[in-house]
């Protein structure tokens, strides 16, 4: 987040719908619209040009194109440390776990009161989750765990971690940026449910995704 608050990029078809929830989002200190996409091709592009510290995305856009999830997907892949929160009519349960499992951070219903989508969006920002109540309560004992399971390079990195490589070490070994280890760092810890590196090599033992025997 920035010393202003919280930059978001919108990503919704309905040109109405999007100037709607700029005045909306405006109107509520602490919250700034960086940007307005019309489709998940725009959203990924601007994501990138515009680096918002929150996207709102639409599920669904007219058109044929890339579909929301397919957006959070790609930016998940491009820019894991970037939330999205999705903002949506449609509130089945497999569309919330599409969006999940793609890597969105939040739900939101289109329908519900401004308060859960400021909730959502503020609580995404810091590191958290954005699910409504009605959204918790329409997958409570049907999706356990999603997005909690480490990814291949969260993996990766958490091994090389165990194995005594500090940051800059393992940036090198896997040929990515120290910057993004860090990403890869602070989302294994979130998935762990720790705060340090020693807590996440404990944990991620304790689950045998390592193995620490010599």
């Not at 202003?4 to 989002?25: E, N, P, S, T, Y």
């Not at 519900?112 to 810091?126: H, N, T, Y």
């Not at 070994?173 to 979130?190: D, G, M, N, Q």
């Amino acid at each position: 987040m920035t010393a202003g608050g919280v930059r978001l990029l919108i990503a919704d078809d309905h040109v109405v719908v999007r100037a709607g929830l700029r005045a909306l989002l405006e109107g509520e200190p602490g919250i700034e619209v960086a940007g307005e996409a019309g489709s998940g091709e725009e959203a990924v592009r601007l994501a990138r040009e515009l680096a918002p510290d929150v996207v709102l995305m639409d599920l669904r856009f007219a058109g044929g194109g890339m579909d929301g999830v397919e957006a959070v997907r790609r930016l998940t892949a491009e820019a894991p440390e970037l939330p999205v929160v999705m903002l949506t009519s449609y509130a089945g349960r497999a569309d919330v776990v599409r969006a999940l499992e793609a890597g969105a951070r939040g739900y939101v219903l289109k329908a519900g009161p401004p308060e859960e989508l400021f909730r959502a969006v503020r609580g995404v920002a810091a590191g958290g989750m954005g699910l409504t109540p009605e959204i918790v309560e329409g997958l409570v004992g049907q999706v356990i765990g999603v997005r909690t399971e480490l990814t291949q390079r969260e993996l990766d990195v958490v091994r090389l971690m165990a194995e005594g490589h500090g940051n800059r070490s393992i940036a090198k070994t896997l040929f990515l940026s120290e910057a993004t280890i860090k990403t890869h760092l602070v989302r294994a810890y979130r998935k762990l449910g720790v705060d340090n590196r020693a807590a996440a090599v404990s944990e991620a033992a304790r689950r045998g995704l390592i193995d620490l025997s010599p």
